[in-house]
């Protein structure tokens, strides 16, 4: 179980950590005008597959953890209530 638990977080780390050069060097090949379309599907290709994988290996380690169930409810009730309070300390700060 435990295995699981870090396959899913190196995989929802492979999900976020290359987005920001992703993006960049899809940009900068169409500025170029070099390779653009194929730089982009292959991108865009690249991003389904992870998605899924990272959907799927989520769905296999909520259902091989009962504990893990349980809890799901509480963790969205904190990201919502972490979420609200960000967009009530920033309306503060712009009032």
Same mark, same amino acid.
């Given at each position: 179980?435990?295995?699981?638990?870090?396959?899913? %977080?190196?995989?929802?780390?492979?999900?976020? &950590? $290359?987005? +920001? $050069? /992703?993006?960049?060097?899809?940009?900068?090949?169409?500025?170029? !005008? /070099?390779?653009?379309?194929?730089?982009?599907? =292959?991108?865009? @290709?690249?991003?389904?597959?992870?998605?899924?994988?990272?959907?799927? #290996?989520?769905?296999? @380690?909520?259902? /091989?953890? $009962? %504990? &893990?169930?349980? %809890? !799901? $409810? +509480? =963790? %969205?009730?904190?990201? #919502?209530?972490? #979420?609200? !309070?960000?967009?009530? =300390?920033?309306?503060?700060?712009?009032?």
């Amino acid at each position: 179980m435990l295995t699981l638990y870090f396959q899913g %977080l190196a995989l929802g780390a492979a999900l976020i &950590l $290359p987005l +920001g $050069p /992703q993006n960049a060097f899809v940009m900068n090949q169409g500025v170029k !005008r /070099q390779y653009h379309l194929m730089t982009a599907s =292959l991108c865009a @290709l690249s991003d389904i597959v992870l998605i899924c994988g990272g959907i799927f #290996g989520g769905i296999a @380690l909520l259902n /091989q953890s $009962p %504990l &893990l169930l349980m %809890l !799901r $409810p +509480g =963790l %969205l009730l904190c990201c #919502g209530m972490a #979420g609200a !309070r960000c967009v009530l =300390l920033l309306a503060a700060a712009l009032i």
